[in-house]
């Protein structure tokens, strides 16, 4: 900038530079009327409901129907389709058994014919019975001998031992076989004295 300036005439200069714009005029927005709705245009824009209750139970009665339908066309296996002894069956229907689980279902008609099996299930899934109700069908209608078990059955325990005894039991004595438990914990005498008059199935430990 001229030194020579002086401030008057920086005035006018910066006076004569700026100019001001004008003003917008600033117009008010027109503000739209808000139309009242009637509760029947309210319903009536309300979105149709897809399912009902009513079609909801009738939908789940339709499967539970079509379940049903499919049980009842595939076939019941009985335990007298698998060649057990007609008293077996009838013990087993008393005690409220009538249907095989699947481990006896596969097992049994293998074991009546004399095969060797090799069997593994969880606790309860009906392994006793698939191997021990064979057994006594097999022993069935023979005579038993003094010192000469004609049936022994192994258990790694004394309580599975008792536990194996106790669910067969029953329907040995329907077929008239004599069974004895023999391990350790218990009377020997009593276990000798037992086997000298002769039982048809034996049901011990190794350890004994």
Known sequence: MPENIDNAELTELVE?????????????????????KSVADFIADQPAEVSTETETVEALEADETDVAAEADAEPTVTFGDLGLPDGIVRKLAQNGVTAPFPIQAATIPDALAGKDI??????????????????????????????KPRGIILTPTRELAMQVADALQPYGDVLGLKMKVVCGGTSMGNQIYALERGVDVLVATPGR
């Open 16 to 36: 004569a530079a700026v100019t001001e714009a004008p003003a917008g005029a600033t117009a008010a927005a027109e503000q739209a009327p808000v139309a009242e």
């Open 118 to 147: 090799l069997g593994r299930g969880r606790t309860g899934s009906g392994k006793t019975l698939s191997f021990g109700l064979p057994l006594l069908a097999t022993l069935s209608g023979g005579s038993t001998e003094k010192k």
